[in-house]
């Protein structure tokens, strides 16, 4: 299995950031998706979720109407727009596949940090 994220980066509050997934190893066009953060000192917290088809998508509270999640198949990639973020935001940002633990992380991450 092979996730690599990538588009992190420190932006102050209200600005937005696109992260993206590129997904190998795995039946990609199955397989539901998640993005998830950990935060400094916290556990893993998942913050967008899209189906296998793309036509779902969930969202916590502290992420609807904030950040939104899609997958392109055919190109095996799935992207987290997240707009007027937050300091709380911070973290690292990883893509899941559904079948695993929400702290599995096959890739190394991509680090999202919101500071004025």
């Known amino acids: 299995v092979q996730l690599v994220e990538s588009g992190g980066g420190m932006v102050q509050p209200g600005e937005s950031l696109v992260l993206s997934c590129q997904a190998a190893g795995f039946s990609f066009q199955t397989s539901h998706m998640r993005w998830a953060r950990q935060g400094p000192g916290k556990g893993p917290e998942w913050v967008a979720a899209?189906?296998?088809?793309?036509?779902?998508?969930m969202y916590p509270d502290s992420t609807k109407g904030r950040f939104t999640i899609s997958r392109d198949n055919a190109r095996n990639t799935v992207t987290l727009q997240m707009s007027h973020l937050k300091p709380e935001d911070t973290g690292l940002y990883y893509c899941?596949?559904?079948?695993?633990?929400?702290?599995?992380?096959w890739g190394q991450g991509t680090q999202v940090t919101v500071s004025s």
């Open positions: 899209v189906n296998p088809a793309g036509s779902s998508t």
């Open positions: 899941v596949r559904g079948q695993d633990d929400l702290g599995t992380r």
